[in-house]
Every structure is written in structure tokens, then in C-alpha cells.
């Protein structure tokens, strides 16, 4: 018993570090890319919309692949699925990296899409083992993601400066490698978790169980998310969150250039943005856990996004506080719609399901997003446009927290 008892305690521990150490592979590689923008278009003579689509792309393989997740995870099991998509973001960091045109952008799709399944995965992979502590663990790997995007695009230029923009991208492989490492340490824990438990149930009862743990078992028989209201709420709650962060994430450093701000002040708020998002996931977790629903917190979130677009519009040499207002408040979003993909389902393999359709259609909206704006300021020739539909989206989206928020599970009932 004592055995077992030390057995469950370390595969745990293994399965939070490897939690936490996908999670930090899931932003960096792919949020570091704009800081070398300039120089990779000026390698390969991309014009602006070649380069614009570097990062697009990864967005696009987001919406496309996230349709695929929950099947995949039921073909080959969660963990072997997430280790697979590690190794695809560790293939397509260095594929990037070898120097030319076809494989700058065809590693940019694959990084896209290993992530993706990552990304569908994480939610289902939490709702089924730590079915109690959806929002504070949703809130460690939101944490532990942002931070290393944080970090790495502040990271990125030095790296640059010293090593060469090949050098520099190829040089993030090191975060899936880990995260890698420790993925196949913690299957090996449950491995033998799984063999401690089917010998002692079949010492006990005389059967031998299969080694087969609960958590295991997928039920095929999964509601239709998209025929849910409250599916769509999810849906829409975290689009909106996601395109307008992807807007700002983009366009931010420009927007504050055209209003006049020196460029190498205007590069820092985009990662100032970037760590402030991450401060939500350090005290989000506790606060979900003590409310009846998540209405206010959603609704909070979201206008904090609203005040801090419009401070940027009325007074953009105020940047600095519009950056870490808007980073909570859509760092706190952010939080929020991914649990809201656990406490709304029922189970993890709806909780799957229901990722892939969240994912699928909020990263379709936050493809559209960035490029829109762009087409938008080339149209009017101002930012104050694109910035008041952004406004626009974030009101709309604290009304639809009002549904999104409610305790309520998807085809029916409370939630948990």
C-alpha cells in the first residue's frame, strides 16, 4: 500500500511538470517570430504580406487541425497524442530554421500544428485528471505559457544581435525537447501506476483488471457541442478574447510609432503586454473556485480590455498602463474561456470535443483579426478605426460572458 501510495504521488508530480512544461511550449515558438520579422524579410525579400503570413499561418493550422483533436486523442490516447505534438513543434522549430523560403514557412505550419493539437488536448487532459482543480491548474499552464512567450520575445532581438536570426529561432527547440523528456518520464510513471493498480484490484477481487485505469475509458458518445447555445457562448466568449489579442499582440508597436513613440519604446510594450497577461493565471484559479458562476469575472475581463483599447485611442503616451490594463484583462479572458471548456463539459471526451470546436472557430476569428485592422488602417489611413471595432467586439463579448459564465454544463444541467 505504502508502494502504491509513493507510486501515485510521483506520477503527479511528473504529470504537473509535464502539464506546465507543454504549456510553456505552446506560445513562445510561435509569438517570438514577429520580433524578427524585419530581418528574416529582409533575408529573403518578403514583401509584406509574405511576411504577414508567417504569422497567419500558424493561426490557420490552429483552426484547422483543432477540428481533429478530440479524435485523435481517442485513436491514440491523450498522452501519445501530446507527445507526438511536441515532437512536431521540435521538428518545425528547427525546419524553420534551415535557411530557406520553403522551409521558413512550411516548419512555420508544422510548429502551427502541433501546437494546435496541444492546444485541444491540455483542457481534456485537466478535466479528467484533476477534474477538481480546473481553474487553478488552467491557470498554472496559462501561467507557465505566458510567461516563456514573455520572456522569449524579449529574448529574441539579443539573441538575434549575437547569433543570427537562424540561430535565434532554431534556439526555442530546447522548450518542446524538455517538455518532451518530461512527457515520457511521467507515461512511464503512469505506466507503472497502471500496473500497481491492476495488481492490487486483482489481489483483491480476484480479477485481473487489464491495467486499465478509470481515466481511460472513452465514451464515444458525446453530446453535439454544436448544437449547443451554451457551446457557442464558450465559443464566442473566448473568439472575441483571442481577436482581439491577436490584433493588439500584432499591430501594437505600429499603432504606438504612427502615434509618435520612439520604436525601441514601442517593441517593449508588446512584451510588457505579454508578461502582464500572465499575472491573471497567479491569483485567477483561488478567486473561480469561491464564485457561484464566473458572470462578473467575465464581464470584468472584458471591459478591462474595452477601457484600455480606449486609453490607447485618447491618450496612447499613457501606453504603459494601457498595455498591463489591457494584458490583465485579456490574460484574465484567456484564463477564463479555457476553463470554462472543462467546468462546462461533462466529461473529457466532451471536454475535447468542445475544445476543438472553441479552438477551431476562435482562432479562424483571430486569423481574420490582424489582417483585417491591417486592411482597415490602409483604407482610412488611422488606427482609430480598426481600435473602435476592437472596443466594439469587447463589449459584445462581456454580454456574451453573461451566458458563457453561468453554471451550467453542456447538454444540460449544473456544472461542477
Given amino acids: 500500500m505504502r508502494r502504491m501510495i509513493h507510486s501515485t504521488s510521483g506520477h503527479t508530480t511528473a504529470l504537473l511538470l509535464g502539464i ?81 523560403v520553403s522551409s521558413l514557412f512550411a516548419g512555420t505550419i508544422v510548429v502551427g500544428v502541433g501546437i494546435a493539437i496541444a492546444n485541444v488536448l491540455l483542457p481534456s487532459l485537466v478535466k479528467r485528471d484533476f477534474p477538481m482543480h480546473v481553474a487553478s491548474l488552467t491557470g498554472a499552464y496559462v501561467l507557465a505559457m505566458n510567461v516563456a512567450a514573455g520572456l522569449g520575445s524579449a529574448a529574441m532581438l539579443p539573441l538575434y544581435g549575437v547569433m543570427g536570426w537562424q540561430a535565434a529561432l532554431a534556439s526555442f527547440v530546447v522548450l518542446p525537447v ?37 481515466g481511460d475509458v472513452v465514451d464515444a458518445r ?73 458572470r462578473g469575472v467575465a464581464v470584468a475581463a472584458s471591459l478591462l480590455s474595452v477601457v484600455s483599447i480606449l486609453g490607447l485611442l485618447l491618450a496612447p503616451h499613457l501606453a504603459l498602463l494601457w498595455a498591463v490594463i489591457f494584458g490583465i484583462g485579456n490574460g484574465a479572458g484567456f484564463v477564463l474561456g479555457l476553463s470554462f471548456i472543462a467546468l462546462r463539459s461533462g466529461s473529457p471526451v ?15 476569428m483571430a486569423a481574420i483579426g490582424p489582417m483585417a485592422a491591417g486592411a482597415l488602417h490602409d483604407v482610412f489611413g488611422t488606427w482609430s478605426v480598426a481600435l473602435l471595432l476592437c472596443v466594439a467586439m469587447g463589449l459584445i463579448q462581456s454580454v456574451i460572458g453573461t451566458r458563457a459564465g453561468r453554471n451550467r454544463i453542456v447538454g444540460g444541467g449544473a456544472g461542477a
Fill in 20 to 100: 506546465l512544461l507543454i504549456a510553456a511550449s505552446l506560445r513562445a515558438p510561435f509569438t517570438t517570430l514577429p520580433a524578427l520579422l524585419g530581418p528574416i524579410g529582409h533575408a529573403f525579400d518578403l514583401n509584406s504580406v509574405a511576411t504577414g503570413a508567417l504569422t497567419t499561418l500558424p493561426l490557420i493550422a490552429f483552426a484547422v487541425i483543432s477540428l481533429f483533436g478530440a479524435r485523435i486523442a481517442r485513436v491514440f490516447g491523450i498522452e501519445r497524442a501530446l507527445s507526438a505534438a511536441l515532437i512536431a513543434i521540435a521538428i518545425g522549430v528547427m525546419w524553420r530554421s534551415f535557411g530557406t
Fill in 178 to 214: 524538455i517538455a518532451w523528456v518530461a512527457w515520457t518520464r511521467q507515461g512511464r510513471l503512469r505506466a507503472r501506476a497502471s500496473a500497481s493498480a491492476a495488481a492490487a484490484a486483482g489481489s483483491e477481487t480476484g480479477q485481473h483488471t487489464g491495467g486499465v485505469l478509470p
Fill in 222 to 294: 458525446v453530446p453535439g457541442v454544436w448544437r449547443s447555445p451554451l457551446a457557442w457562448q464558450v465559443t464566442l466568449f473566448l473568439g472575441f478574447n483571442s481577436t482581439i489579442n491577436y490584433v493588439l499582440i500584432g499591430w501594437l508597436p505600429v499603432i504606438l510609432i504612427d502615434s509618435g513613440m520612439a520604436p525601441t519604446v514601442a517593441g517593449s510594450m508588446q512584451g510588457t503586454l505579454l508578461l502582464a497577461s500572465a499575472l491573471p493565471a497567479l491569483f485567477l484559479g483561488p478567486v473561480l473556485r469561491r464564485l457561484r458562476d464566473q
Fill in 350 to 364: 466532451q471536454a475535447a470535443a468542445l475544445s476543438g470546436m472553441v479552438q477551431c472557430f476562435g482562432y479562424s
